[in-house]
């Protein structure tokens, strides 16, 4: 079995299309390998106010770009290369991810963890959904696993948003600067917007070295 360690932050764009590119290439380039895929967190937005932060507003100030659409043309061309219809003025909100990474943690344990993680990005991006919302979250993770109380309480606990923020701070201590970030294998590390055959010669080095 194959480890893929894939570290990401739910409103990063690139990671939406990074796991959808993740997927297609284990289904359509390696069907019968048996793959383990653990999800680390990572905080772009730490301070995220819990209304969150109004995107236009945000890309203007972080990074002087004052028309938002100019920052969102390379990501959606790319998710359109791929098939995955990814429409980022859906989404006019950053919200903060705490809780629903501690949601994706908590999945680790009941096998739900990939699939949780990708129905949490494509509500936030494809739904414009608010990903703060332990209801909202609720409504995802009860087909993940989890009954709905429960959901609510992870969401809402400052004890697994803390977990959360030192999972974040471990991913930063072993060299993630930028996401989304996979490892195969514990030995073969790329990351960023990656194309498909990237991520395929990726895991053929990892399976080669895992041979050898």
């Not at 920052?71 to 980022?88: K, N, Q, W, Y």
């Not at 096998?111 to 959904?129: D, K, M, N, W």
């Not at 209801?135 to 959360?164: K, N, S, T």
């Not at 030995?187 to 990237?198: K, P, W």
């Amino acid at each position: 079995m194959l480890q893929i360690d894939l570290y990401t932050e739910i409103t990063c764009p690139w990671c939406i299309l990074g796991q959808y590119r993740l997927d297609k290439v284990l289904a359509e380039r390696f069907p019968r390998l048996a793959v383990d895929i653990i999800h680390h967190p990572v905080l772009l937005l730490p301070d995220a106010p819990a209304a969150g932060l109004y995107i236009p507003d945000l890309v203007r100030t972080r990074y002087g770009i004052t028309d938002p659409k100019a920052a969102f043309a390379r990501p959606e061309a790319e998710a359109r290369a791929s098939g995955l219809d990814l429409d980022l003025s859906r989404q006019s909100w950053a919200y903060p991810t705490e809780a629903a990474h501690a949601l994706i943690l908590a999945a680790r344990e009941r096998g739900t963890q990939h699939r949780l993680a990708v129905a949490i990005s494509e509500a936030y991006f494809l739904g414009a959904r608010n990903i703060a919302d332990a209801d909202v979250l609720a409504d995802i993770a009860v087909h993940h696993g989890f009954d709905r109380a429960e959901a609510r309480a992870i969401a809402l606990d400052p004890a697994q948003h803390e977990r959360v923020r030192q999972e974040a701070a471990g991913s930063a201590a072993v060299g993630v600067r930028s996401v989304p970030h996979f490892v195969f294998g514990g030995q073969v590390a790329i990351n960023g917007g990656r194309s498909e055959d990237e991520i395929a010669s990726s895991i053929d080095a990892a399976r080669a070295v895992a041979v050898g």
